[in-house]
């Protein structure tokens, strides 16, 4: 027996980062072939073994679907639902497993001291790409050396602009922070969350 498979995708930026829920289709109705199945009914009971036809009838009379849940089992288990609202519900919650587990992700975003405008927006753009992925996105400006290190606050400022730049979807969940050697190696890392529903 086949197993169909319905995918819905969206790329979020062009680096075509993926976001796809997979959706396990099942047999259903006159789609099953087994001559004998143990039925479930649409509470979670159990309506013991029956044959195809019998488990069809009492679909039919609940104005409900047959659908084959466990086609390896002995017999085959087959549960009597509306199939159009059990697809839909599992989707759902699939999407906010995804959403759940993506949260987790931290993603990064490199600056420079000497960025100008256009990389600005280019950086900005991506980190746009993961917070709507629903990812963190820690934003860095390493290995600041030597008398440039006398500059570091440049990119306090130039860090603050980004999250401002951000401020319509993201929050700023960890303000730019100085670390390092002063005089000799500094970075400047923050951190954006997505915004929180309210």
Same mark, same amino acid.
């Given at each position: 027996m086949a197993t169909l498979l319905f995918s819905s995708q969206t790329t979020v +930026?062009?680096?075509?980062?993926r976001c796809t829920i997979s959706f396990k289709e099942h047999l259903i109705n #006159?789609?099953?072939r087994a001559t004998e199945l143990r039925v479930i009914g649409e509470d979670g009971?159990? &309506?013991g073994v029956m044959g195809l036809s019998q488990a069809m009838k009492l679909a039919d009379t609940a104005e409900l679907d047959l659908v084959l849940i #466990?086609?390896?089992? +002995?017999p085959p288990v087959a549960r009597i639902i509306d199939y159009g609202k059990y697809k839909f519900e599992s989707i759902r919650k699939e999407k906010e497993q995804k959403k759940a587990s993506?949260? %987790?992700? &931290?993603?990064?975003?490199q600056l420079s001291l000497g960025i100008q405008d256009n990389e600005v927006a280019f950086k900005a753009k991506a %980190?746009? @790409?993961f917070i709507e992925d629903g990812c963190k996105v820690k934003v860095a400006i390493n290995r600041i !050396? @030597? !008398?440039a290190t006398m500059n570091a606050d440049k990119g306090i400022i130039i860090m603050q602009k980004f999250a401002e730049s951000m401020n319509d979807i993201a929050d700023t969940e960890t303000p730019p922070t100085k670390g390092g050697t002063p005089g000799r190696n500094v970075s400047i890392t923050m951190i954006l969350a997505p915004k929180k529903k309210k």
């Open positions: +930026n062009a680096k075509k980062r #006159s789609q099953i009971s159990q &309506l #466990s086609p390896t089992a +002995n993506k949260q %987790a992700k &931290l993603k990064e975003v %980190a746009r @790409g !050396r @030597g !008398r």
